[in-house]
């Protein structure tokens, strides 16, 4: 899935505010840093990037019920991950049980117009 540019604007004015503080004529080899991301500046946005990226990873890990994320889902997939979600309530939940649940013949999966019930 795509980015929208505007996510990552945030990101940029950070690290263009960061290395603005440094004059032009900021040399790092002379100051003799230990990392060179840090001798520019760029270890918030850097950071910002790690802290945010694991977040969303684990925003995603999270609605798909503790399950790593589908890739190329079809129709077909999505018909089942519907049928899952009714009979145990999670999009990617699985149950053995060989009866369905009190109610699930009432929960169907196909939209029926009001005006024609």
């Given amino acids: 899935m795509g980015v929208p540019f505007e996510a990552l604007l945030p990101y ?12 032009s004529s900021f040399d790092p080899m002379e100051t003799a840093p230990r990392h060179a991301i840090r ?3 760029l270890t918030r946005p850097i950071q910002m990037f790690m802290i945010s990226g694991a977040g969303l990873s684990k925003l995603r890990h999270m609605q ?3 399950k790593r994320a589908r890739h ?3 129709q077909w997939d999505r018909q ?3 049928r899952d979600r009714r009979l145990t309530g999670f999009l ?6 060989v009866l369905a ?7 169907n999966g ?8």
Wanted: charged fraction near 25%; avoid cysteine; hydrophobic fraction near 35%.
């Fill in 64 to 66: 798909n019920g503790g």
């Fill in 110 to 117: 196909w939209r029926v117009e009001k005006r024609i019930m």
């Fill in 12 to 23: 940029g004015i950070m690290a263009s505010r960061r290395m603005s503080y440094y004059p």
């Fill in 80 to 82: 089942m991950m519907d």
């Fill in 92 to 97: 990617r939940g699985q149950t053995d049980q």
């Fill in 72 to 74: 190329s889902v079809d």
């Fill in 39 to 41: 001798a520019i500046g």
């Fill in 101 to 107: 649940p009190e109610g699930f013949e009432l929960s």
